[in-house]
């Protein structure tokens, strides 16, 4: 049964107007008889029409009711006993109470198991998801309309998503999911009331609660265990997300529009619901990714670069770091805008680009006389591609760049990835003679067997086991059991965001093998990158090789 409250709003008079009618007919029922000839008994019986259609209409509180007026006008308009001469008047008109209260009593209750009953056949035999729910647009017009009415109105939007339905249907097939889908909105159904029901999108349902204080929660409870359809129990993985009325937005545009960015963050951290607040709200990221690709083609992105040192003070490698020098917000750090990119198809543009631009750069660096590693960054999104490690070769040689000077840097979900395409591109990167370092070591997807993988030339330990290393005894533990295993697998051990001499004091001690960060030199434009190098020739002599 779809609810639709707003329609009910408007027809509101039409069942007050009925209660106040069988209170009226009550009233011309007992004052005619009083009146006239008809026999006494007759009232008691004409009595009974009014309490069944109270009953009926409303339930069974309102047919008690119903019983005890129509009882209280007897009395007062016919005051003598009828139909019980045995009996006093008390109590003639106490089984008189009785008798109607208990037919309203009955007609109400027949009324609900009787709706009950046929309402529960009837989603039993049809199918819950071949309903036509309301659209939001549809739902914006009924909100709109008792906004501008001046109707003070509270309502909860809760959007629904299974988030694994397309591998569901991927595995299993349209006619499961739709079953898998009919029991969600049975349970719905089951477990709230004064709701309606949106269809959002395919794998979306939108829940608009009324009643404010029903605790949302509980369908999340319902849904965490599988659900067998066709003998088979398939699990869904419910996320949702809740904007409420006004609370979360003052018009129905808005509250959809933030519905959906609680749902995302209930999504990105694997929670199965979540409540608006204004802090999730960054309406910036989705407009910076509209322009990112038109900033490529400008020349508005371009590359800082932060030495990387051996311990023993010589430079081997530059790391290249995107920023993204926009024409009206300035100079736009990475950690505002890479998050959101890395998963998107934008990141293989950025990735071309950045090997384009930054091998020509090193073709520079070694007239100049400077012979060192450039490492860049790369997404697992990239390792996805069937030509990435084709692409990446042929930029190689385009340039004349010598592929073991080339590091790319990839975070351990690139390495844990069971993906044939990813290990494929790989290992043909690796052929070539191109490094290959896990970036962010320590923090996320850490294993113990990425120690094992002959491939990785190098890690890059996390700056946040970095950070006051020289007083963090458990971080001190944890980097030394690093080094030890990495030195005993041939892999080089960088440590990555150092910004004091006490932690560079710490991690040499502990016996890292490269050093980077602020301490040693913050990220620095190309142009500036060449002055530190010349100004440092003579203290942090560079690698040769």
């Excluded at 209660?19 to 007919?25: E, F, I, K, Q």
């Excluded at 290249?320 to 998963?343: S, Y």
């Excluded at 030339?457 to 030394?480: E, L, M, R, T, Y």
């Amino acid at each position: 049964m779809k609810v639709e409250f707003f329609n009910r709003l408007k027809r509101k008079e039409k069942p007050i107007s009925i209660l106040v009618g069988t209170l009226c007919v009550q009233v011309v029922f007992a004052f005619i008889i009083s009146k006239t000839n008809i026999p006494d008994n007759i009232l008691t019986h004409l009595m009974y029409l009014p309490i069944m259609v109270s009953a009926f209409v409303f339930d069974y509180r309102i047919g008690i009711l119903s019983g005890i007026i129509a009882e209280l006008l007897i009395d007062v308009l016919n005051p003598s006993p009828f139909g019980l001469t045995e009996t006093s008047q008390l109590q003639a008109s106490m089984l008189r109470a009785i008798y109607f209260s208990s037919a309203g009593l009955i007609i109400g209750l027949l009324k609900n198991l009787i709706i009950g009953d046929s309402h529960t056949k009837t989603e039993t035999e049809r199918s819950p998801s071949r309903y036509l729910f309301s659209s939001w647009d549809e739902f914006s017009a009924q909100v709109n309309s008792n906004l501008d009415s001046n109707q003070v109105m509270k309502f909860r939007s809760i959007l629904i998503e299974v988030s694994n339905q397309n591998d569901l249907l991927a595995t299993f097939g349209l006619d499961s999911v739709n079953k898998l889908n009919d029991e969600i909105i049975l349970t719905i159904r089951r477990h709230f009331k004064n709701y309606q029901l949106l269809q959002i999108r395919l794998n979306t349902i939108g829940l608009v609660l009324f009643d404010i204080r029903q605790d949302i929660n509980k369908l999340s409870v319902l849904l965490e265990e599988p659900i067998i359809i066709n003998g088979i129990p398939l699990y869904c993985e419910i996320s949702m997300g809740e904007a409420s009325y006004p609370e979360g937005g003052q018009s129905t545009d808005e509250i959809l529009k933030n519905s959906f960015l609680a749902l995302n963050e209930a999504k990105k951290h694997q929670k199965p619901y979540q409540l608006y607040n204004p802090n999730l709200s960054n309406p910036e990221i989705p407009i910076l990714l509209g322009q990112f690709q038109n900033a490529i083609r400008t020349n508005e992105i371009d590359f800082h670069y932060q030495p990387i040192v051996h311990a023993d003070g010589r430079v081997c490698s530059l790391e290249a770091l995107v920023r993204w020098n926009h024409p009206v917000k300035g100079l736009i750090p990475p950690d505002h805008f890479i998050p959101d990119l890395e998963f998107t198809r934008i990141a293989n543009f950025l990735t071309y680009y950045s090997l384009e631009t930054n091998l020509g750069r090193m073709e520079k660096l070694y007239q100049a006389g400077f012979n060192l590693d450039i490492s860049l960054n790369i997404s697992i999104t990239n390792l996805f591609q069937v030509d990435f490690a084709d692409r990446v070769n042929n930029l190689i040689r385009k340039h004349r760049f010598p592929p073991h000077h080339l590091a790319l840097e990839i975070t351990e979900r690139g390495f844990l990835a069971d993906d044939p395409q990813c290990k494929i591109n790989l290992q043909s990167l690796i052929r070539e003679g191109v490094k290959i370092s896990i970036d962010d070591f320590g923090v996320g997807f850490t294993s113990i067997s990425n120690f094992q993988n002959k491939d990785i030339s190098a890690i890059k330990i996390d700056k946040s086991f970095v950070d006051d290393i020289h007083h963090n005894k458990g971080n001190q533990a944890i980097i030394k059991g690093i080094i030890s295993i990495a030195q005993s697998s041939h892999i080089l051990v960088i440590a990555e965001g150092m910004e004091k001499k006490e932690e560079q004091d710490k991690l040499l001690e502990l016996g890292v093998d490269c050093l980077q960060g602020y301490y040693i030199s913050k990220p620095l434009d190309f142009k500036n990158i060449l002055k530190w190098l010349r100004n440092q020739n003579g203290n942090l002599p560079q690698v040769k090789k």
